[in-house]
């Protein structure tokens, strides 16, 4: 039978548990060779996405296990672990040194190299100078006043119910909402149900989710689904929401993106997101340096997995001709479909 989780926090304070766990791993040597091995070894028996992400573990420790000996400096087989994740193409993979912390070049390279948003146009001519600030939100009417176009960052920046009820009062008498995620890089999936909770289908089956649980590259534990937090709303938002992604919406705005499946007056336009939808884990490796890499996988309620990037709706790229005459055509088009 499959388990039921209610929250999407859930996941996280399990992922921080293993955390834990991986920082207490027994005294193994910390000479080079020991450390590499060790963190092969733990990505391959924790690692989510080897099939997905077309990667073949064993021909990747070919490669890189031949440029690791004793006697090399701290630098250089620092240099070759960072290597070594970056095969996994994976924007959650990250090595810590003292004050060093690497991420996945490519992924990050990807979200900026193909951002899907204009950011100097969207402030000079959709928030504009008398634009409104409540909260982690930027916003304005658009289009006449009849739609209200709410820009949120970054889901570092904590959601709150009275701002969100601001919001909502304040354009009620809008036909619709676009809720812009562009270059959203993540941050606190709690954010999510925050959001999700102004909507109709309170408790809505969102995804489903399971846990690296073996040694194998397909151990994995049961589908586990995860529901949208159940609240007391009355006046739920049933008019229109268009959310805004691309490239750049990453990890918890990919969360978000994928759980819109689950509402009917709610849509994505723009681009495909940037995935990220597998929770990271933790660990020490034996010289102390700290380790992470994504050890769930995301199931969304059409049977797909979209860690390597959400699909929207309706997709839209950029038009540079429209750009350049100060016209982001992405908001343009989600404006269309809300007033229609």
Same mark, same amino acid.
């Given at each position: 039978?499959?388990?039921?989780?209610?929250?999407?926090?859930?996941?996280?304070?399990?992922?921080?548990?293993?955390? !834990?766990?991986?920082?207490?791993?027994?005294?193994?040597?910390?000479?080079?060779?020991?450390?590499?091995?060790?963190?092969? &070894?733990?990505?391959?028996?924790?690692?989510?996405?080897?099939?997905?992400?077309?990667?073949?573990? *064993? $021909?990747?420790?070919?490669?890189?296990?031949?440029?690791?000996?004793?006697? %090399?400096?701290?630098?250089?087989?620092?240099?070759?672990?960072?290597?070594?994740?970056?095969?996994?193409? @994976?924007?959650?993979?990250?090595?810590?040194?003292? *004050?060093? #912390?690497?991420?996945?070049?490519?992924?990050?390279?990807?979200?900026?190299?193909?951002?899907?948003?204009?950011?100097?146009?969207?402030?000079?001519?959709?928030?504009?100078?008398?634009?409104?600030?409540?909260?982690?939100?930027?916003?304005?009417?658009?289009?006449e006043g009849k739609v209200a176009y709410?820009?949120?960052?970054?889901?570092? *920046?904590?959601?709150?119910?009275? @701002?969100?009820?601001?919001?909502?009062?304040? =354009?009620?008498?809008?036909?619709?909402?676009?809720?812009?995620?562009?270059? &959203?890089?993540?941050? +606190?999936?709690?954010?999510?149900?925050?959001?999700? $909770?102004?909507?109709?289908?309170?408790?809505?089956?969102l995804y489903r989710t399971q846990?690296?649980?073996?040694?194998?590259? /397909?151990?994995?534990? !049961?589908?586990? #689904?995860? =529901?949208?937090?159940?609240?007391?709303?009355?006046?739920? =938002?049933?008019?229109?929401?268009?959310?805004?992604?691309?490239?750049?919406?990453?990890?918890?705005? $990919?969360?978000?993106?994928? $759980?819109?499946?689950?509402?009917?007056?709610?849509?994505?336009?723009?681009?495909?997101?940037?995935?990220?939808?597998?929770?990271?884990?933790?660990?020490?490796?034996?010289?102390?340096?700290?380790?992470?890499?994504?050890?769930?996988?995301?199931?969304?309620?059409?049977?797909?997995?979209?860690?390597?990037?959400?699909?929207?709706?309706?997709?839209?790229?950029?038009?540079?001709? %429209?750009?350049?005459?100060?016209?982001? +055509?992405?908001? !343009?088009?989600?404006? /269309?479909?809300?007033?229609?």
């Open positions: 039978m499959k388990n039921k989780i209610i929250i999407l926090l859930s996941l996280a304070l399990f992922a921080f548990a293993s955390c !834990e766990r991986a920082f207490i791993d027994g005294d193994a040597p910390d000479n080079p060779v020991n450390v590499f091995d060790y963190l092969w &070894n733990k990505v391959d028996q924790q690692y989510s996405f080897f099939e997905l992400k077309g990667v073949d573990w *064993d $021909s990747v420790y070919e490669v890189y296990r031949p440029k690791v000996y004793d006697e %090399m400096d701290e630098d250089s087989l620092f240099k070759v672990c960072v290597a070594l994740l970056n095969t996994l193409n @994976d924007g959650h993979t990250c090595l810590i040194s003292g *004050d060093e #912390e690497v991420f996945n070049e490519s992924v990050y390279n990807r979200m900026y190299a193909e951002r899907n948003i204009d950011e100097d146009v969207v402030a000079a001519n959709y928030l504009t100078a008398n634009h409104h600030t409540t909260g982690s939100f930027l916003h304005n009417a658009i289009r709410i820009r949120y960052p970054s889901f570092m *920046d904590n959601i709150s119910m009275r @701002d969100l009820k601001f919001l909502l009062d304040f =354009y009620r008498n809008c036909e619709g909402i676009i809720l812009d995620l562009r270059q &959203n890089h993540g941050g +606190n999936i709690d954010n999510i149900r925050r959001f999700l $909770s102004i909507l109709d289908n309170h408790g809505q089956l846990i690296k649980a073996g040694p194998e590259h /397909d151990n994995f534990t !049961e589908l586990g #689904e995860v =529901y949208a937090f159940e609240t007391n709303n009355s006046e739920p =938002y049933t008019k229109p929401v268009a959310v805004l992604i691309d490239r750049g919406t990453y990890s918890a705005a $990919s969360f978000l993106s994928i $759980s819109t499946m689950g509402y009917d007056n709610v849509k994505l336009f723009g681009d495909f997101s940037g995935g990220g939808l597998g929770l990271p884990n933790a660990g020490a490796l034996p010289n102390t340096w700290v380790y992470r890499f994504s050890i769930t996988r995301t199931i969304a309620l059409d049977g797909g997995n979209y860690e390597n990037g959400v699909p929207p709706d309706v997709r839209v790229l950029l038009d540079p001709a %429209m750009t350049a005459q100060g016209i982001d +055509n992405v908001i !343009e088009t989600a404006v /269309d479909w809300i007033l229609e």
